[in-house]
DNA sequence: TCTTGACTTAGAGTCAACTCAAAGGAATAT
DNA sequence: ATATTCCTTTGAGTTGACTCTAAGTCAAGA
């Protein structure tokens, strides 16, 4: 699979899989002999995982951190399970910042649409 | 409340509690003759909503234009309610993302702590 | 063979959201 | 009155995560 393809596939720009390759955030990818990535399945799955985790907000240093472990080999087993459940803890407490800030605008939104309605504001911000 | 005590009670930097009234993400914080900021209840009302928001992770550019419509009058109330009920979109999608990656996690977690325990490796990634 | 379009790298540029530095004014303790 | 500490502004610097540019290489069709 060319960067095009999977740039398409995966809705990621081909600067950016460029970029995740290069920093360190997936492991090198495959080359044809002429020098040209030729994605396979197991350098797809390294992508997907590199989406999934950004698109929660991950910091590209965590993943760069996972893959050099997992490339250590099986010593670093201990570190990248402390890894993931540091990442979990970080996921779970902005998840909970986001209820919190989802309550107060359901209870501003419904202020909102009463306002709208009667065209009166009856408080404050 | 002086700016340094209005810093420790709501744990944001005195730079950035300048920097958010500075682009306007907060309006103008009332002064002493003197010139020196004295933050009112209100004022520490705006503080608290930015810092909610923010924590949510909502840009700093939607909070901009909520308070100008807000300065504006009555007459941006179903404007300021859109702005509102977009940004409560953009956080559910943020969550459900989240999500996604939290139950990736847990399963990659729960494979690691078998993996550790009998220090062999079962699968890939 | 030539052209066209996609690929390559290295390195510079951009954007959001701060964060810091410099230079000076104000309020309190001695 | 002087020192100290906190306050002010303006403008520049930093960080994370891309995103773009330049200069060149490779591969498929006419």
Same mark, same amino acid.
């Given at each position: !699979?060319?960067?095009?393809?999977?740039? %398409?596939?995966?809705?990621?720009?081909?600067?950016?899989?460029?970029?995740?390759?290069?920093? &360190? !955030?997936?492991?090198?990818?495959?080359?044809?002999? &002429? &020098?040209?990535?030729?994605?396979?399945?197991?350098?797809?799955?390294?992508?997907?995982?590199?989406?999934?985790?950004?698109? /929660?907000?991950?910091?590209?240093?965590?993943?760069?951190?996972?893959?050099? =472990?997992?490339?250590?080999?099986?010593?670093? #087993?201990?570190?990248?399970?402390? =890894?993931?459940? %540091?990442?979990?803890? *970080?996921?779970?407490?902005?998840?909970?910042?986001?209820?919190?800030? =989802?309550?107060? =605008? *359901?209870?501003?939104?419904?202020?909102? %649409?009463? /306002?709208?309605?009667?065209?009166? #504001?009856?408080?404050?911000?």
């Amino acid at each position: !699979m060319t960067i095009k393809e999977v740039s %398409e596939a995966y809705q990621i720009t081909t600067d950016t899989l460029r970029y995740y390759e290069r920093v &360190g !955030m997936i492991p090198a990818v495959t080359r044809t002999s &002429g &020098g040209i990535r030729d994605y396979q399945e197991e350098d797809l799955k390294w992508v997907e995982l590199a989406k999934c985790m950004r698109s /929660a907000g991950l910091p590209v240093e965590a993943m760069i951190e996972y893959v050099r =472990l997992f490339q250590e080999g099986d010593s670093t #087993l201990p570190a990248r399970l402390q =890894l993931l459940v %540091e990442q979990r803890e *970080n996921l779970l407490k902005q998840r909970s910042q986001i209820d919190q800030t =989802l309550a107060r =605008l *359901n209870y501003k939104i419904s202020r909102y %649409e009463v /306002a709208v309605r009667t065209g009166e #504001l009856t408080w404050d911000t």
